[in-house]
């Protein structure tokens, strides 16, 4: 590689490490120290937790293996802030992660800056090193979005309902009328791109399908359409329901969407509460009701292979974690809007490997394929999402009750 090529993309790649673990500082500046520890459930975790576990991934698969000379401040955090790398070592248990009132945030910050110090030089002298530190990046950004969403979920347990964003204006109008747009169908091929740039490994290899003709929806159900689902008893219908979406309903006692007030007129934000506005894009649902939305709409879930052979035609897009909003906007009616941004979107396809799939060697092959199981595939990022993280080919996962994302609905129909 020519030395000024070589220069060239180590200042470039200098500026996006700095960039991104700038970023997840500036998240955590509206809050307060009490805020920094809070973990309302096992499957969220604390903001300072993610400030940290970041930190060490760095640390962990690039300073230690690879800057000599490099000494961890603490070898005490390999265990705390491990998440779930079993090739690494133990992990300090998830569900206890409030506990951790040490280290201080302070001393994560500091740690934080330590390891940046250090990353510097590593990028610098190992250009060879790119492809791991940009999936560190992109692992900070996953942790960026989980971030907002795991803070929504702790603080929405506060009755004092505390604002760290500012509110969206409060609008009546519905959504504009929901349209289809007809595909062929017919032999593509499917998964990431070359000019797709970074990808995981889940979205690899690129290989042909087979689509049946079918129709897409021109935007995610909105607010007001959802409230017609519960008005029309929706959550009362088992006919509506996958078995195991009933037993959830009726386990848990579910009757509207996570962070929905009882009147249905109001809910939750990150904002504060605020009204619900009829024309705002659905978040916070899972595939269970998504599922019972759509039969009890006439309709169905993309697969996630509809999903994306749509998307990569769209030039229609939301809103970001950029955007500092960090709600979904309002629908519109441009065909294939939202495709991107705004809400994750439910698809009916479970989340396995594509044919010919491989996991990199070593720990860090634990990243995406070993939880290839039980889960569904969403797609297309969501107003927590950054808007250089995301692309048509990125999958995204969660077990079907899941629901403290920003997770939406898209419908679809054979054609």
Known sequence: MPETVRQEKTFTLGRTYTRVRQFSEQLC?????????????????????????????????????????????????????????????????????????????QEVIRWRHHVDLAMGQLIEARPDLEALVTLGLNHEQQHQELLLTDLKYSLSFNPLAPAIAQALPAQGEPAPALTFQDFAGGKVAHGATPEDGFCFDNEQPRHPIWLSPYRLANRPVSNGEFRDFINDGGYRRPELWLSDGWAWV?????????????????????????????????????????????????????????WEHAARQSQAEGSFADHARYQ????????????????????????????????????????????????MVLRGGSCATSRDHIRASYRNFFYPHHRWQFSGIRLAADN
């Open 328 to 375: 979904p906007g309002m629908a519109t009616s441009a065909p294939l809007s939202h495709m991107l941004g705004d809400v994750w979107e439910w698809t009916a396809s479970a989340y396995l490997p594509y044919p010919g799939f491989q996991t990199a060697a070593g720990a860090v092959g634990e990243y995406n394929g070993k939880f290839m199981c039980n889960q």
């Open 29 to 105: 500046a509206p809050l307060l120290p009490e805020d920094m520890g809070l973990q309302a459930c096992p499957d969220v975790s604390p903001p300072r937790w993610h400030l940290a576990h970041t930190t060490w991934f760095f640390e962990t698969f690039l300073l230690i293996p690879h800057l000599p000379g490099y000494l961890p401040p603490n070898p005490a955090f390999e265990y705390l802030f491990n998440s779930y790398y079993n090739g690494i070592g133990e992990q300090y248990p998830r569900p206890q992660r409030h506990l951790l009132s040490r280290p201080t945030n």
């Open 250 to 306: 009726q386990q848990h006692q579910i009757h509207r969407p996570l962070y929905w007030q009882g009147d249905l007129l109001n809910h939750w934000t990150l904002a504060g509460v605020q009204p619900i506005s009829p024309g705002q894009i659905l978040a916070h649902v899972n595939y269970y009701e998504a599922d019972a939305y759509a039969r009890w709409a006439g309709y169905r879930l993309p697969t996630e292979q509809e």
